[in-house]
């Protein structure tokens, strides 16, 4: 258990420490509920899904789950970057309310191993970028199904909810892409020009929720109380604020099984199996080679032509 592994990670060595250390539980599903997978699994995943998950993490503000004891013990949300972390990984200080916090940013392979080693089985990440953080990039929809089912089980409201949505986006002309949250729910992510202010992304992304909400009021909700929603899907835009964080494409959930966010192709919601927590470290990696996104990221919009429409369409 004290054993140490190095391997090596561009112009790195990055230690991995403990790497038979029992971390993260077998799915609910297993015979036996045993731990399935170790601190070394998490790391050899991370190691692996590099060259798909970098491009999505590169200059951006992170915040971490961190599990050191593994996952079924305390985790802690990590903002600033301890002072004992190398001087090679980068950082990006930004604004907070009464001062600044200097975040993580992973921007190498060296990094994102590093992180793991450090029992961060989690990376959230920033819509927007280094030196740009109040003009994201990135808008996302964060779908989530009501009550307390399984993600197989909640499935069905969810891929309807992102299909609706896909469509209403295209109507007002914004390419869009979905993904699972490796949870309960889907991510639908829409590329901007980064020249919108973070306020102005997230006013327009309530404005398209309203609208869903107002044609299908008996199934979705933009409330964002529980109390309110009423049985309903809620459409969560909160992650388009300032500082706010959503789930990086391909991290690792810290849930028994060890489901993964992974990037879909739009057929694949309909696809046998398919749920938010159906792909794992077992098999992210090879979704990962199949480039489900498939340059969609790659058109980024600017928002006011598509403003005009979407109000085109309430009006009408």
């Known amino acids: 258990m004290g054993e140490t592994r190095t391997v090596r990670a561009g112009r790195r060595t990055v230690a991995l420490h403990r790497p038979r250390k029992p971390f993260i539980p077998e799915g609910a599903d297993a015979a036996d509920g045993g731990a399935a997978y170790t601190k070394g699994d998490l790391f050899d995943y991370y190691r692996s899904v590099a060259p798909f998950m970098l491009p999505h993490l590169r200059g951006r503000p992170l915040m971490l789950e961190r599990h050191p004891d593994g996952v079924p013990g305390p985790r802690f949300m990590q903002k600033d970057t301890p002072d004992h972390y190398p001087d090679w990984i980068s950082r990006a200080e930004v604004a907070k309310e009464g001062g600044t916090v200097t975040h993580t940013v992973c921007d190498d392979s060296a990094t994102l191993l590093y992180l793991a080693d450090q029992a961060c089985v989690t990376l959230h990440r920033w819509q927007s970028r280094v030196g740009r953080v109040d003009r994201p990039d990135r808008m996302v929809f964060d779908l989530d199904p009501a009550g307390d089912g399984a ?7 969810v891929r309807e909810a992102a299909r609706l949505l896909g469509e209403l986006l295209d109507q007002v002309g914004l390419p869009s892409a979905v993904m699972t949250t490796g949870s ?35 199934r979705f909700t933009t409330a964002v109380r529980k109390k309110d929603r009423g049985g309903r899907l ?31 192709a739009w057929e694949q919601l309909d696809a046998p199996g398919t749920h938010a927590a159906r792909w794992t470290i077992t098999d992210a990696v090879a979704q990962a080679r199949t480039d489900p996104w498939a340059g969609l990221l790659r058109s980024p919009r600017a928002l006011g032509p598509a403003r005009r429409k979407l109000r085109a369409l309430r009006r009408g």
């Open 151 to 157: 993600p197989q089980e909640v499935y069905g409201p």
């Open 184 to 218: 309960r729910g889907l991510h639908v992510v829409v590329p901007v020009n980064g020249r919108h202010h973070v306020d102005d992304v997230r006013d327009f992304a309530k404005e398209v929720t309203d609208v869903m909400a107002a044609a299908h009021p008996d």
């Open 234 to 264: 809620y459409l969560d835009v909160l992650r388009n604020g300032y500082a706010q964080t959503a789930v990086a494409p391909f991290s690792v959930r810290a849930r028994p099984g060890a489901p993964v966010a992974v990037p879909l």
